[in-house]
Structure formats: C-alpha cells, structure tokens
C-alpha cells in the first residue's frame, strides 16, 4: 500500500504565508501525479492544485492562481504547496491526493490515495 503524510499547516494571519508538504512513500512503482485539494466546512471538497510528475506540468484553481505554487521533488516522492498572500477564505483541510502505479511482480495496479489532512486556518 500507500500512505501519503502531510504536514504545515497552521494558524496565520491574512497576507500571510504557509507550505504545505506532502510525502509519498510505501509500494511505489510511479507516481503519475500528485495535487491539493481542500474542503471546507458546509462546502465540498475541491481542487487547489496539481502536479504531473513526469512532465512537471501544474493546473491551479482560478482562486489560488498567482498565490499559490505547487512543486514536485520526484526523486523523494514529495509534492509542495506554497501559499502566499493567504485570504480567509482559504481556510479549510486541505488533503493531499496521489496518483501512483503498483508493481506487485507481475501486475501494474493504478490507484489513487489520499493523505490524512492537514487544516489551514486564515484569520482576518
């Protein structure tokens, strides 16, 4: 299996900054891709950002363009989300999401895992 483990999250005050990590570990033959989404109270989860591992290509929601950044270390497995100029309503869980293709020795799995959560709380 996989576990994804996240951590940075906090409390910080508006305009202010935070980076997020996220590191994948466990029975990995690829990880295709990883992302950010969160999900707020009363709202459901969305996507902030993601991150093709291979290509190094990245999508953002319109909300976090030109705010957040997301970057990807492929040789350890680790995907990174800075946030800056950070609002109040950026406040949520925010869950790391991952792509990844299993090698068993004779079978590729292809599955999607999620991290535990790691809250983000912006205050005004």
């Known amino acids: 299996q996989v576990q994804l483990v996240e951590s940075g999250g906090g409390l910080v005050q508006a305009g202010g900054s935070l980076r997020l990590s996220c590191a994948a570990s466990g029975s990995i033959f690829r990880i295709n891709a990883m992302g950010w989404y969160r999900q707020a109270p009363g709202k459901q989860r969305e996507l902030v950002a993601s991150?093709?591992?291979?290509?190094?290509?990245?999508n953002y929601a319109d909300s976090v363009k030109g705010r957040f950044t997301i970057s990807g270390h492929n040789a350890n497995n680790t995907v990174y989300l800075q946030m800056n100029s950070l609002k109040p309503e950026d406040t949520a869980v925010y869950y790391c999401?991952?792509?990844?293709?299993?090698?068993?020795?004779?079978?590729?799995?292809?599955?999607?895992?999620w991290g535990q959560g790691t809250q983000v709380t912006v205050s005004s």
């Open positions: 991150i093709t591992i291979t290509f190094n290509s990245t």
């Open positions: 999401n991952a792509d990844v293709t299993r090698y068993t020795g004779d079978t590729f799995y292809h599955n999607t895992y």
